[in-house]
T-cell receptor, first 107, second 124 residues
């Protein structure tokens, strides 16, 4: 079975501080991992995917197969980053989501 | 762009009645759509995979006779909650897969999955 774990339901940081949202996964194969974001009153949207190795809105995430992790990081958080973040794994033709982390960036 | 719409955005119905929720891909054709259910402050749980022209694939624990899915065209999938009960009250979200430029197959890397805004169902 595939599983995604986000250990933190809530995370608060001050503006300008670094932020890291944790994600661990379980999958017997080569996974594809994603981070989705849901801003207040908006739909879920893709933030980034591990295969692209890209940085979106200053966020990056590195797949660590040894630790089975895909943590999302940003060196300097902004207030507009406040949102719900979901880590997701694609395998066996379905997307499995973590429970999500509500990030609040304080002024 | 790629836009997925859902209708209605919210609905209140009486226990025992049926409710139909539509999911449309507005500017692309989607051979595959997914239906999710989201409880308050919880994650999205996949209910079923809707494939155009064929029967939906339901996840374990999801009653296919209760949650009827029809994917009659490449731009429309419907979810009908039959004989709704208060415990069916939830936020239902659909997503549509837009074929990308990558290779087809089991990888999502060649595809984009776009989400609808969700439908809030309240059964009284």
């Amino acid at each position: 079975a595939q599983r995604v774990t986000q250990p933190e339901k809530l995370l608060s940081v001050f503006k300008g501080a670094p932020v890291e949202l944790k994600c661990n996964y379980s999958y017997s194969g080569s996974p594809e991992l994603f981070w989705y974001v849901q801003y207040s009153r908006q739909r879920l949207q893709l933030l980034l995917r591990h295969i692209s190795r890209e940085s979106i809105k200053g966020f990056t995430a590195d797949l660590n197969k040894g630790e089975t992790s895909f943590h999302l990081k940003k060196p300097f958080a902004q207030e507009e980053d406040s949102a719900m973040y979901y880590c997701a794994l694609y395998g066996r033709r379905q997307l499995t989501f973590g429970s999500g982390t509500q990030l609040t960036v304080l002024p | 762009g790629a836009v997925v719409s859902q209708h209605p955005s919210w609905v209140i119905c009486k226990s025992g009645t049926s409710v139909k929720i539509e999911c449309r891909s507005l500017d692309f054709q989607a051979t595959t759509m997914f239906w999710y259910r989201q409880f308050p402050k919880q994650s999205l749980m996949l209910m079923a995979t809707s494939n155009e022209g064929s029967k939906a694939t339901y996840e374990q624990g999801v009653e296919k006779d209760k949650f009827l899915i029809n994917h009659a065209s490449l731009t429309l999938s419907t979810l009908t909650v039959t004989s709704a009960h208060p415990e069916d009250s939830s936020f239902y979200i659909c997503s549509a897969v837009k074929p990308g430029q990558g290779a087809a197959g089991d990888s999502l890397s060649g595809y984009e999955q776009y989400f609808g805004p969700g439908t809030r169902l309240t059964v009284t």
